[in-house]
């Protein structure tokens, strides 16, 4: 982590927000103080990063702005999918599947980071063992896709029973 060119500060910190965040969650059982207590965060995050953006000319103060305008957006998104799942025995079908694919995929976040970056690699292989750079470039690609949606179908069929 020291050579990696990572800021382990910024990242610990948007973590220890986001940790924060679920045990707040998990401690309340009523969903809409939940959405309101998310909605809060998100202002106030939203308002210290623009703060913070418009105070310092530092890029590392910047950097922490705009982490924090993150955290305010994904706070955003995050009560707009709890107010969703609050209603989900009488939503239709089409914003189930649109939550579920959601779900899915933020599930399969961090294998979908992981395994993309191989696709190139993968490729340059393929080239220099002779294959044309359509084939060399299809079959990664292709193998990537049809693992993920794969993993992703087994996946919701786990998290949300039968298959819509």
Known sequence: MLIAGYNVFYMTALVCIGTA?????????????????????????SLMGLAIL????ASNSRDMGWSLIYVGVFCTLMAAALANFANWTTLSKAPKAVLRGLVTVGALALPIYALH????????????????????????MGLFFASMIWIGLNLDTLTFGKRM
């Open 54 to 57: 418009s105070e310092t000319p």
């Open 21 to 45: 965040i679920g045990a707040d969650f998990a401690l309340r059982s009523e969903i809409r103080s939940a959405v309101m207590r998310v909605v809060m965060v998100a202002v106030a995050a």
């Open 117 to 140: 970056a191989a696709v190139i690699p993968v490729k340059d292989l393929l080239i220099f063992a002779g294959l044309p750079f359509v084939a060399a470039l299809g079959l990664p």
